[in-house]
């Protein structure tokens, strides 16, 4: 009854999860909200976990990775190319959960805080020179008028 490989669709407050034993079968179909996720990952036997990779991935990848579990993070582009029918949250964590068992998938390696730190601060630096470069472009046009 445990699983071997789970799969996680992450979203904004609840989580899609879909886990399969060594012989493929499906042993768990569960919705849980983001309070209940951890404490419910922390109750399984170390497994494989596949999640698509985002910013809020690597910090669930952190967590589980503490609990002894194997955390694996997809592109986001691979998933669809598992999905067996429409796309919807279980469908999703159907899929993320057969993409993550293939054993030619590529991953996405875990970001650390630090890294995750030094790329937000990239990012700011980016949106301040984009928006200095608007306003002035902005201030001559004016001024061409």
């Not at 993070?73 to 691979?78: A, E, N």
């Not at 999905?83 to 993320?96: G, M, T, V």
């Not at 390696?109 to 984009?130: S, T």
Request: hydrophobic share 40%; charged share 25%.
């Amino acid at each position: 009854m445990t699983p071997t490989v789970l799969g996680i669709d992450l979203a904004k407050n609840v989580f899609q999860l879909h886990g399969v034993d060594e012989q493929g079968k499906v042993v768990i179909r569960k919705q849980l909200t983001r309070p209940n996720l951890l404490s419910f990952v922390a109750q399984l036997a170390p497994c494989r976990i596949g999640m698509e990779a985002c910013q809020g991935a690597h910090s669930w990848a952190r967590e589980m990775r503490k609990l002894g579990h194997e955390v694996r993070l997809i592109s986001p582009q691979f998933v669809p190319l598992y999905r067996k029918s429409h796309k919807n949250d279980p469908n999703d964590a159907a899929a993320i959960c057969e993409a993550v068992s293939r054993p030619h998938m590529r991953f996405v390696p875990m970001k650390e805080v630090e890294h995750q730190d030094i790329q937000a601060l990239h990012r700011a630096r980016q949106l301040l020179i984009k928006q200095r470069t608007a306003l002035g472009n902005q201030v001559r046009g004016l001024l061409s008028e």
